[in-house]
């Protein structure tokens, strides 16, 4: 066992870890990655040495993430991975709320250390068997739907953090992306409005409103993957534009006369057909 190989006991096909592709994938890793004897670790730009003892290994989020869900490659151009980074650690949270594991983070790295690591992967027999039944009796897929439910309140929570003025504007703009820095873009343009011309709150956000409702009408806000995400058009200013700067003629659309028109005028005079 000890020149590259662990023990993965039965009981597992039974366990809520087995039913979820991505937590069984995760707990295997981590069984594989723990150290089978007491040993050091030593980053590769660190002069630091981490004292391991059996069953543990050093991880980060980033690094968990990486090692369990690479990118996917697909003819030759990488997808992303079907999990976050945010996910994969809350996946290694619930196992240490079981108490398959124990976590000891620092700044820059943590220590997980596999529990009962030694009994598992050395002892066999009744001594396994009594610890699956208290270990398994104690942890079930319950546990994993909690984690679940507590991530989409959070998610909700974020949410009700947007204020509803914001939220008004924010469904008159023509794009819908990166939510979070568009809100702080927006009250940072409300605040530099309101200094810059004394203007009451309500004047600001009514004049906000009228701007990204007239940009979104335009043909300037309605160029698919060239319109400007919210962010950058409220910490440039883009509602201060004279609104007819807005109805640009998009280049992508012309006519064939005007195309035909224009080769004619770039082509020498000998190359012409008359």
Same mark, same amino acid.
């Given at each position: ?20 592709? %991505? ?15 007491d040993?050091?670790?030593?980053f ?10 059996? !069953? ?10 990486k ?8 003819? !030759?151009?990488s997808? %992303? ?16 709320k ?12 943590t220590?997980?250390?596999?529990c009962n690591?030694?009994?598992y ?41 947007y ?13 819908? %992306? ?29 004049f ?27 910490n ?39």
């Amino acid at each position: 066992m000890h020149n590259g190989y662990i023990k993965l006991h039965r009981p597992l096909l039974k366990h809520w870890v087995f039913e979820d592709p %991505a937590v069984f994938k995760v707990w295997t890793y981590c069984l594989l990655r723990a150290a089978w004897q007491d040993s050091e670790f030593k980053f590769s730009k660190s002069s630091e040495v981490i004292r391991l003892k059996r !069953g543990e290994f050093v991880t980060g989020r980033a690094a968990l993430h990486k090692a369990c869900f690479p990118p996917i490659k697909r003819q !030759g151009k990488s997808a %992303a991975p079907p999990h976050t980074s945010m996910t994969t650690w809350r996946i290694l949270k619930s196992l240490e709320k079981c108490e398959m594991l124990s976590m000891t983070s620092f700044n820059q790295y943590t220590i997980v250390s596999i529990c009962n690591y030694d009994t598992y992967q050395d002892v066999p027999g009744e001594v396994v068997q009594e610890v699956e039944q208290r270990m398994f009796s104690g942890c079930s897929a319950d546990v994993h739907k909690e984690e679940k439910k507590e991530t989409k309140k959070v998610k909700k929570q974020r949410d009700d953090d947007y204020s509803p003025e914001f939220l008004s504007w924010y469904a008159k703009y023509p794009k819908r %992306a990166a939510k979070r820095p568009a809100f702080t873009a927006w009250k940072n343009a409300v605040e530099r409005i309101e200094k810059a011309t004394n203007k009451s709150r309500l004047d600001v956000l009514a004049f906000l409103e009228r701007q990204a409702q007239a940009y979104a009408h335009s043909p300037a806000g309605n160029r698919g993957q060239f319109t400007p995400a919210p962010a950058p058009w409220l910490n440039q200013d883009r509602f201060d534009d004279d609104p007819s700067a807005w109805q640009v003629h998009d280049d992508t659309a012309k006519p064939e006369q005007e195309v035909d028109l224009l080769i004619h005028k770039i082509q020498p005079k000998s190359e012409r057909t008359p």
